[in-house]
T-cell receptor, first 111, second 116 residues
Framework: GENVEQHPSTLSVQEGDSAVIKCTYSDSASNYFPWYKQELGKRPQLIIDIRSNVGEKKDQRIAVTLNKTAKHFSLHITETQPEDSAVYFCAASTSASKIIFGSGTRLSIRP | KAGVTQTPRYLIKTRGQQVTLSCSPISGHRSVSWYQQTPGQGLQFLFEYFSETQRNKGNFPGRFSGRQFSNSRSEMNVSTLELGDSALYLC???????????????FGPGTRLLVL
């Protein structure tokens, strides 16, 4: 069945450094890849998404890349700040709106 | 626009009881999805409703069921509660984007269920 694997499960980086979270998906029909950020005690919030006809998308300090051939996609956060500390979830979806989430990455930013 | 709302926010039940959770989507959104979130299992897809019909279903036992009303509000029910059902239950509503054919999901605050 559909599966999304996410690595690493925890990540600690120095403030100002970059953080990279990687995901792989199994369903070759997947064509939509959102990323959600969940702060402690809060709901997941969409931070960026990418569609299968695009290889890379940037929004200020956040970028996502997609390699359809390898079924990999990654989240890159540059110049990390304390407020970036949260759990990040990748997800993959076909057009039928069934979204499969990765297991999450707990990102900690060290001051 | 008001966001997705869920009631109740917190709930304590005992094993064997049943529970009903409610989700009101963003106005105009016709799709509602339900997820179970636990520390060990992440976000697990339960089911999705669109226009009062279940459109997608995850791999949960039949004790978990749901429905959607004509105003797009949705309820999920869990019968014969087990200790392992303790979790945060999130719903998300979405609207089909005509230009991309994709549906971006917006989450509610969740209902935290504790089964004793």
């Amino acid at each position: 069945g559909e599966n999304v694997e996410q690595h690493p499960s925890t990540l600690s980086v120095q403030e100002g450094d970059s953080a990279v979270i990687k995901c792989t998906y199994s369903d070759s029909a997947s064509n939509y890849f959102p990323w959600y950020k969940q702060e402690l005690g809060k709901r997941p919030q969409l931070i960026i998404d990418i569609r299968s006809n695009v290889g890379e998308k940037k929004d200020q300090r956040i970028a996502v890349t997609l390699n359809k051939t390898a079924k990999h996609f990654s989240l890159h956060i540059t110049e990390t700040q304390p407020e970036d500390s949260a759990v990040y979830f990748c997800a993959a979806s076909t057009s039928a709106s069934k979204i499969i989430f990765g297991s999450g990455t707990r990102l900690s930013i060290r001051p | 626009k008001a966001g997705v709302t869920q009631t109740p926010r917190y709930l304590i039940k005992t094993r064997g009881q049943q529970v009903t959770l409610s989700c009101s989507p963003i106005s105009g959104h016709r799709s509602v999805s339900w997820y179970q979130q636990t520390p060990g299992q992440g976000l697990q897809f339960l089911f999705e409703y669109f226009s009062e019909t279940q459109r997608n279903k995850g791999n949960f036992p039949g004790r978990f069921s749901g429905r959607q009303f004509s105003n797009s509000r949705s309820e999920m029910n869990v019968s014969t509660l087990e200790l392992g059902d303790s979790a945060l239950y999130l719903c998300a509503s979405s609207l089909l984007a005509r230009d991309t054919g994709q549906e971006t999901q917006y989450f509610g605050p969740g209902t935290r269920l504790l089964v004793l």
